[in-house]
Structures are given as C-alpha cells and as structure tokens.
C-alpha cells in the first residue's frame, strides 16, 4: 500500500538553486495537490490538477511551477529557490471533488533554503 | 473567501481528560468538513469528516459534529491517551470545489 510517496524526503538548498520535487501515486486519482505547510499557517494550497495534462494556481503559487505530464505523477518545481520557501510541502490525491471525497497525503518534504 | 478558524495550541492535557479543539468556519454555501491529524514526522491522515448539517463523525473515539447554526466543527474526545499527541487540522471542501482549506492547526501534547 504505497498511496502516495514523495521525493526527496529532505532538501537543502542554496539560493538562487532550482530543484524538482516529486510525487507519484498509485490509487489511480485524477486529483493532486500541492501544499506548502508553514507554522502557525497550516496548509496553503501552491498548485493543484484535476487531471493528465492540467494544471491551476492554489493560493500560494508564486515562485514554483508544476506540470502533469502523466496521471500517476505531479512534479513542483523551483527555479530559483528563496529562503522565503523554506517549508514543509505536502502532496496529495484525491479521487474526486464530491463531499465524500477524502485526500490522501505524502509523508512530506522538508525543504531549506539557506 | 472561505476560512477555517482554530484555536491556538499547544493544548496540554494529562492523560484521561477531556479534549475540545474549536473549529469555525467561514463560506458560502454548505461545505463538507473534515479533521486531519499529523503524527511528529507523518504526512496527514483522515480522522473524521462531515458532509451535512447535523451529521456526527466520529473514529478512534472522537467525535465532531457539524453545526450549520454555529457554523461549527468542534472536535471531542471524552478520555485522551498519550499516543493521541499530534497536530489537528480542521478543513472544509465543497461539493463543486477540489481544494481543502485548512485551519491553523492545534498541537496537542497529552503527559502521563
């Protein structure tokens, strides 16, 4: 039962350095989201997909980039890393939007930007 | 826009006693309501969820009930344990909509 597992678990990077962060699930869900988690703020939405090849700003977009080139797969992506984005993201999946739909979460990534 | 409101932690409590972590919210319409917990070094994980007015959820012993009226969400739980200490989100989604918003987050720290 893997649901949904992220890479790499723990990143530091420099300033100004660009990193792709991974998150791949395997319950066939058409749903994925980005998250950013920052205390005292809970979770902020970066980005999300409703599907295969689509892509939309959450609350919280700027300064990352995300594509999903195939349904299993949502990539984040940082060009130019700020310490601003220090954080713990989340990804996560869910099957549909309805009210019973449950979102499943990976274990995180901690990300520092020094 | 919409909103989830928590009350600040961290909350302490000894073992055995009775547990209350407020939630509000702000929306237009009738979102589903959810609680999430985190576990130290975990990713989030369903507990509990109400999808209506007047529904109770309710898992491992807590419960919540969702109140229109108040437009409340107040987790309870009547006996807390050690292994209960993590972080509580509170969180809506709409019917139409694909996003959770969280609230804050409580911390709880349960001692023996």
């Known amino acids: 039962n893997a649901g949904v597992t992220q890479t790499p678990k723990f990143r530091v990077l420099k300033t100004g350095q660009s990193m792709t962060l991974l998150c791949a699930q395997d319950?066939?869900?058409?749903?994925m989201y980005w998250y950013r988690q920052d205390p005292g703020m809970g979770l902020r939405l970066i980005h999300y997909s409703v599907g295969e090849g689509t892509t939309a700003k959450g609350e919280v977009p700027d300064g990352y980039n995300v594509s999903r080139l195939k349904k299993q797969n949502f990539l984040l992506g940082l060009e130019s890393a700020a310490p601003s984005q220090t954080s713990v993201y989340f990804c996560a999946s869910s099957y549909h939007g309805g009210p019973v739909g449950e979102a499943f979460f990976g274990q995180g990534t901690r990300l520092t930007v020094v | 826009g919409d909103s989830v409101t928590q009350m600040e932690g961290p909350v302490t409590l000894s073992e055995e006693a009775f547990l209350t972590i407020n939630c509000t919210y702000t929306a237009t319409g009738y979102p589903s309501l959810f609680w999430y917990v985190q576990y130290p070094g975990e990713g989030l994980q369903l507990l509990l969820k109400?999808?209506?007015?007047?529904d109770k959820g309710s898992n491992k012993g807590f419960e919540a009930t969702y109140r229109k009226e108040t437009t409340s969400f107040h987790l309870e739980k009547g006996s807390v344990q050690v292994s209960d200490s993590a972080v509580y989100f509170c969180?809506?989604?709409?019917?139409?909509?694909?996003?959770?918003?969280f609230g804050g987050g409580t911390r709880l720290m349960v001692k023996p």
């Open positions: 109400a999808t209506k007015a007047d």
């Open positions: 319950m066939n869900h058409e749903y």
């Open positions: 969180a809506l989604r709409f019917n139409a909509g694909n996003m959770l918003t």
